[in-house]
């Protein structure tokens, strides 16, 4: 009986022991996060090397910010913490990641191709940032997402269009940013009578067009300015034509006075 009571004692001290690591995975990508980002003093809590050493047990989540499943890190978010930086791609090393969110911070620089190694990520929300730089295509290899959220940045070059890929994709925004080029036909297209998103998923970008997007304004000269440049046109006609009446007419008489004077003198003395 004694033997089974050590075993019974032994298995229970280890079940309340806290695991004396995490994944490796992990602890590196949690580490290089914490060095490509700053913010104040209270905005990441416990966001220590020792922490990132062991940064979940089971379910509970040591970590601010972090949800952990199963002893990984399962969602990160930080937002609206005045986070300052750049997103390092070794975000890409928390492979169990299934939900980033980094909006509302003052976040600048690309947006990390490595995030195409997260490939059970179902929820990106980068958006309310400072990010530029292109889209990255390769978030087309996170065939689970659900949510790409990247407004109001200052994103550049087209939308790739990769991204009409997503099969699963529910929720798209890149409205605000600096985006240009056709809006893929797999992001606008029509189920029945609704766009798969509507306009309000890529307003603001100056040089975005297509459906769902209302046709771009003519860049020709608009009414108004074709009807004021033929009256200005008219008007320096009339001017041009006046002034070239007045001439004549003042050449004429010039001609006709010197004409007199030279009957006169032929004219005999009585």
């Not at 695991?19 to 209270?42: K, M, N, R, W």
């Not at 930080?78 to 003052?106: E, V």
């Not at 070059?157 to 985006?179: H, I, K």
């Not at 509507?198 to 771009?216: H, I, Q, R, T, V």
């Amino acid at each position: 009986m004694g033997a089974w009571t050590v075993l019974l004692v032994s298995l229970l001290t280890c079940a309340a022991l806290r695991p004396s690591s995490s994944d490796p995975s992990d602890e590196a990508c949690l580490t290089h996060l914490s060095q490509s980002i700053q913010g104040p003093t209270t905005s990441l809590q416990n966001w220590t090397k020792s922490t990132f050493a062991n940064p979940c047990s089971g379910f509970t989540s040591y970590l601010q910010g972090a949800t952990c499943n199963n002893g990984r890190i399962y969602k990160l978010s930080l937002t609206n913490l005045s986070l300052r930086g750049s997103i390092s791609p070794f975000l890409a090393n928390c492979t169990n990641l299934q939900a980033l969110d980094l909006s509302s911070n003052f976040l600048t620089g690309p947006i990390p191709a490595d995030l195409q190694y997260l490939v059970n990520l179902a929820v990106l929300n980068l958006s309310s940032n400072r990010l530029d730089g292109p889209i990255p295509p390769q978030l087309t290899f996170c065939a689970y997402l659900n949510v790409i959220d990247l407004h109001d940045n200052l994103l550049t070059g087209p939308v790739p269009q990769q991204l009409g890929l997503l099969a699963r994709l529910s929720a798209f925004d890149v409205s605000n940013n600096r985006l240009s080029g056709p809006i893929p036909a797999n992001l606008g297209n029509r189920s029945g009578n609704s766009p798969k998103f509507n306009a309000s998923s890529f307003e603001g970008n100056k040089d975005l067009y297509g459906y769902p997007l209302p046709p771009l304004k003519s860049k020709g000269l608009s009414v108004l300015a074709i009807v004021l440049i033929g009256l200005g046109s008219g008007f320096a006609s009339l001017v041009l034509s006046f002034t070239g009446v007045c001439i004549w007419l003042k050449i004429t008489e010039q001609k006709m006075a010197l004409d007199e004077g030279k009957i006169s003198q032929l004219m005999p003395d009585y």
